[in-house]
């Protein structure tokens, strides 16, 4: 999602739903890196993520990850 705004900011995470961790990730291993916006407000963004391995596994999922603007 390509987003534009006037100024120049930032984002700062304020909160994390919850975090699931399937199993570590191996030294060298691709991994993929996944997120998407669940919600957006004048405050900021809202998102849910995961990590995928090579094969398609879950790593990790995180939910309600709520990233807050911050003007620089």
């Known amino acids: ?16 739903g919850e975090m699931r961790f399937c199993r570590q990730c191996r030294v060298g291993e691709p991994i993929t890196l996944e997120a998407r916006v669940r919600a957006q407000n004048e405050q900021g963004l809202t998102w849910n993520a995961r990590v995928q391995d090579d094969p ?7 939910s309600t990850v709520r990233m807050h603007w911050a003007s620089d």
Do not use: D, Y
């Not at 398609?56 to 995180?62: E, N, P, S």
């Open 56 to 62: 398609g596994r879950t790593i990790l999922q995180v």
């Open 1 to 16: 999602m390509a987003m534009k705004t006037p100024e120049h900011r930032s984002m700062i995470p304020a909160e994390i």
